[in-house]
């Protein structure tokens, strides 16, 4: 059972350029969690999505970023236009549906994305 | 507003003491807390998973302890090891089903 799938791991860009970030939740997980870490600083959460839905978004930008999961293929977290002050790790996260205190949080090993 | 808070921020422990990782929450209506380590440049890896209903959880030389009415976790290390030198963060699962993360505890195990 493949763990949170992120990729590309690495990916870097010129100001300007449009990033995509992907991730393929753990199996039977049907719940997703994008959040991004600057440099010396803590996960920031900005958007938590189920299959087709936006459940909060409350943590994105208001400009440039857009996230979405279709009902078929992995979560995608994409930056339009980057600046220098998007580069960060962008980590995605996984659970299992429903409201149990058993289900966990599972992460990727990230994206790292660097603008020039 | 849910918060999750972590304190220290950084702590720095010669090898072999035990030591004692403090995470407090501001609202009391959880589902669980999950104690995460972060290696420099790594992503996070889980360590222990504390249900609401639990009052602690152990794996190896690490155990987790909850309050929920109090607010507050603590994850205790024991015999510490440079090898535990990392950064901890706790989330907590709120009941809207959003996870908070606090900001961190940097580690480091002097040898």
């Known amino acids: 059972n493949a763990g949170v799938m992120q990729n590309p791991r690495h990916l870097v860009r010129r100001r300007g350029q449009e990033a995509r970030l992907r991730c393929s939740p753990m199996k039977g997980h049907s719940h997703v969690y994008w959040y991004r870490q600057l440099p010396e600083e803590g996960l920031k959460f900005m958007v938590y999505l189920q299959k087709e839905n936006i459940i909060d978004e409350s943590g994105m930008p208001k400009e440039r970023f857009s996230a979405e999961f279709p009902k078929e293929g992995p979560s995608i977290l994409r930056i339009q236009q980057v600046v220098r002050g998007d580069s960060a790790a962008y980590f995605c996260a996984s659970s299992p549906p429903g409201g149990s205190g058993a289900n966990v949080l599972t992460f990727g090993a990230g994206s790292r994305l660097t603008v020039l | 507003k849910q918060e999750v808070t972590q304190i220290p921020a950084a702590l720095s422990v010669p090898e072999g003491e035990n030591l004692v990782l403090n995470c407090s929450f501001t609202?009391?209506?959880?589902?669980?807390l999950q104690w995460f380590r972060q290696d420099p440049g790594k992503g996070l890896t889980s360590l222990l998973l504390i249900q609401s209903s639990q009052r602690e959880q152990t794996s190896g030389r690490l155990n987790a302890s909850l309050d929920k009415s109090s607010g507050r976790s603590t994850l205790y290390i024991a015999a510490s090891q440079p090898g535990d030198s990392a950064t901890y963060l706790c989330?907590?699962?709120?009941?809207?089903?959003?996870?908070?993360f606090g900001t961190g505890t940097s580690l480091t195990v002097i040898p």
């Open positions: 609202d009391s209506a959880i589902y669980n």
């Open positions: 989330a907590v699962r709120f009941q809207n089903n959003q996870f908070y």
